[in-house]
């Protein structure tokens, strides 16, 4: 089955979403006061209103530079790996260069389970240009991923 939306619907989005100074401008003023009472919610409780209800933006777009900036220092410092990955089928040890490899593409792979999250809660364009079937897959990707980060969160470290 195939969406399709009306003229009226992207009008509304570019309202909502667009970066134009005749969008942004009003845009800005009218988010003034709810800006002003986010400031204080944090200031005085350490989180907001906006975090809680979309707490999973809040977090990947918390997590995703840290992690980013990690991958880049672990494969540039050629730090070791989870001493699970240098461990072959029967238990022995294995070769560390290959755990080394298993362990940046696990790395690799849980940094685009973060930037496509990020992709698409963050309103770019590039998400609402996919198929169907791109975005099906960008979801597999992002619950492997994820689970890898679960699998693996005791495991980051230098």
Known sequence: MEIKYTQSFFDSMEKLFSNHPKFLIPRLFRDTRFRIRMFFQKLIRDYTDEEMWNFHYWLTSTIRPHFKHF????????????????????GDNANVEEGVKKWHA?????????????EQ???TDIWRKKTHEQMV???KKIQEGLSLFAKYYQNFWD
């Not at 991958?71 to 029967?90: A, S, T």
């Open 121 to 123: 809660d963050n309103g």
């Open 71 to 90: 991958v880049k220092y672990i494969k540039e410092h050629g730090c070791g790996c989870p001493g699970q990955l240098c461990v072959d089928e029967n």
């Open 137 to 139: 897959e960008d979801d």
């Open 106 to 118: 696990i790395l690799d792979k849980i940094e685009i389970a973060f930037d496509l999250m990020w």
